[in-house]
């Protein structure tokens, strides 16, 4: 894409009057959540403890030194905050429930019943106000004991142990529950978690294959809970489930054929090494091409558990990368030097890519979010698809009044841009669609 024609129509977003009309009457506006970052209660109503208190509270694992210990204190102010996505007019709630909070070991030999009472107060409540419950069963908080008992992702073991845990959610909220989502963001629990080690457990020590092996367990455990589900539940509930992926927009730099397959290669390493087992039986090629024996295999039976095991494909998407092809990426992560490829955030005469939000990753692109929906479309068939999470973080400014910080500008254009990206894309591809904000 040129800048200018990306200048031009970002003027053209900006100067159009962005409805509801835009949109299918379909289309689900909604906003998300997950457990850890919003519950608090750490060690109320029966919980355990989940990897992430773990992580947060080892010294110079979280720059600010926080942790969810008390969050925004969701588990006793929920009532309040549904009130508030009331009061804004979203139709749709997504909420992770915390699997150490239903069974505190994780191994699902104990029901923590004060967990259930706790998720089926919250699911009323939203029912209540006309608000549909969206229920991420896993969204990075592994119980401790998973961890430390068994290696948690490491081990095979836990896939039979996430099936337990979700037909557990499944018995006691799918009578009102009707959209399931089993896992958020593998892949940043893949490298992150077990490769580069930023985010829980931590671990880095082996990531030139640990990563891959945490992928491949998620994804059974992902198909496991589908089979469960399929089998025992969808005919009397009538709810769907499906898989949240990730995607950073890949870019080709220029029109080089080498910046162009490298561009695919990128996307090849987010969206196909989860999408490609589910709708085309492995790996995507150059994974296996690439990767080698690190990759895992999958037996005929797997693959079949894995077939078109999703309802929906959830998508949360931040930002954009301009991808050129590299002989020896600058990245010190192994999954990312594996990719041959350099992210660049600049156009090329040295331009960002787009303005920047507080966090150092996170730039604003909207035309990205058009471009990987399309993909989706194209490359998987034409599967219904939901926008789980998407938006920008600013600075903070203690200086600043109330009231300055408030109105938020550059969110809501961010928002504003990015929305109208999608409602293109519905036009462009007549695919109903819809969209979740992450708070």
Not at 127 to 140: A, F
Not at 248 to 275: C, H, I, N, P, V
Not at 336 to 351: D, H, N, T
């Amino acid at each position: 894409m040129a800048k200018e024609e990306e200048q031009q129509q970002q003027q053209q977003q900006l100067d159009h009057h962005l409805s509801r009309s835009d949109f299918p009457p379909a289309f689900v506006f909604g906003v998300a959540t997950s457990a850890y970052q919003i519950e608090g209660a750490s060690g109320e109503g029966g919980r355990g403890a989940s990897i992430w208190d773990a992580f947060s509270h080892v010294e110079g694992r979280i720059v600010d030194g926080s942790n969810g210990d008390v969050a925004v204190d969701h588990y006793h102010r929920y009532e309040e905050d549904i009130d508030l996505i009331a009061k804004l007019g979203f139709d749709a709630y997504r909420f992770s429930i915390s699997w150490s909070r239903i069974y505190p070991d994780g191994l699902g030999s104990q029901i923590n019943m004060e967990g259930i009472t706790f998720y089926n107060k919250l699911i009323d409540a939203l029912l209540k106000k006309g608000i549909q419950p969206y229920v991420t069963l896993y969204h990075w908080d592994l119980p401790l004991h998973l961890h430390d008992s068994m290696g948690g992702w490491l081990s095979k073991q836990i896939v039979n142990c996430f099936a337990t845990y979700a037909e557990t959610c499944f018995a006691n909220f799918g009578d009102r529950v009707k959209n399931w989502i089993t896992i958020n963001e593998p892949l940043q629990t893949a490298v992150n978690g077990y490769g580069i080690g930023i985010f829980a457990p931590g671990r880095c020590e082996c990531s030139d294959t640990e990563p891959y092996l945490v992928t491949h367990h998620q994804l059974l455990a992902h198909a496991a809970a589908v089979s469960v589900y399929r089998k025992k539940y969808r005919d009397q509930q009538g709810g769907q489930i499906g898989l949240v992926v990730d995607c950073e927009w890949a870019e080709a730099y220029s029109q080089k054929t080498e910046d162009k397959d490298a561009a695919a290669r990128r996307l090849d390493f987010q969206l196909g090494w989860y999408l490609d087992p589910i709708y085309y039986g492995d790996y995507p090629k150059v994974m296996r091409e690439i990767v080698g024996d690190r990759l895992p295999k999958f037996s005929e039976e797997e693959i079949e558990l894995l077939r078109n095991s999703v309802d929906f494909v959830g998508l949360n998407h931040y930002t954009t990368r301009f991808i050129a092809h590299a002989n020896e990426s600058p990245e010190e992560s192994d999954f990312y030097k594996a990719q041959q490829m350099e992210r660049i955030e600049k156009w090329e005469g040295g331009e960002a890519i787009g303005e920047r939000a507080a966090s150092e990753w996170l730039y604003v692109v909207p035309w990205g979010i058009r471009k990987v929906l399309n993909y989706i479309v194209q490359r998987y068939n034409n599967p219904p698809i939901y926008v789980t999470e998407n938006g920008m973080d600013d600075e903070d400014n203690d200086l600043s009044p109330l009231h300055e910080m408030l109105d938020d500008k550059l969110r809501t254009t961010y928002f504003k841009r990015y929305l109208a990206e999608v409602a293109q894309a519905v036009k462009c591809l007549d695919q109903p669609g819809k969209e979740e904000s992450t708070g």
